[in-house]
């Protein structure tokens, strides 16, 4: 059966592609500290193969590659305007809209 959630005390660098590094690497550093009597809150992740069952499940994969495939990959550019179709959050549309403003 997949796991979905991992508790991040259960990970490791050995985990990168499970979890991806950020998950892997703080899963890493509760380990360590924890050792030495560094008291951190544990937390989790979300699998790797969560996330892309969560793509299918929605069928959000062909709208994410069509706003990939015209995005200005030089400078980001037109990222603001590439998130039409692709069904963002409010917040997710705060953050694109403060980013293509940057620019």
């Known amino acids: 059966m997949k796991k979905y959630i ?3 005390r259960g990970l490791a660098m050995k985990d990168i592609a499970d ?5 892997a690497s703080l899963g890493e550093m509760i380990g360590n500290l924890s050792q030495l009597g560094i008291a951190i809150p544990d ?4 699998s ?3 996330f892309y069952e969560f793509l299918a499940f929605n069928c959000l994969s ?16 037109n990222l603001f305007i590439c998130r039409r179709g692709v069904p963002w959050s409010a917040s997710d ?4 809209q403060g980013t293509a403003e940057r620019q």
């Open 93 to 96: 549309y705060q953050c694109l």
């Open 43 to 46: 937390g989790f992740a979300l």
């Open 62 to 77: 062909p709208q994410i590659q069509v706003a990939l495939d015209r995005l200005n990959r030089v400078n980001l550019v």
């Open 6 to 8: 991992i508790p991040f």
């Open 19 to 23: 979890v991806g590094g950020k998950n």
């Open 48 to 50: 790797v193969s969560a």
